[in-house]
């Protein structure tokens, strides 16, 4: 069970975007990589302002990666 209840799909969005990798997705949204781990693994929710800087990196909005999954 994840920490948070914001879910994301993130690894499958760089999977969608020509398999980028973690290092990639964190250099374009100014994070470190172990920042991108804990996001995919829903140990970490991230701000809005991240969320958003990953939305644009995959050119798309912030629900298409993120969702709220109540109890």
Known sequence: ????????????LRFEHGEMTQEALAQACGVTRQTIIALEAGRYAPSLELAFRIARAFGVGVEEVFRWESK
């Open 1 to 12: 069970m994840s920490g948070t209840p914001i879910a994301n799909e993130i690894r499958r």
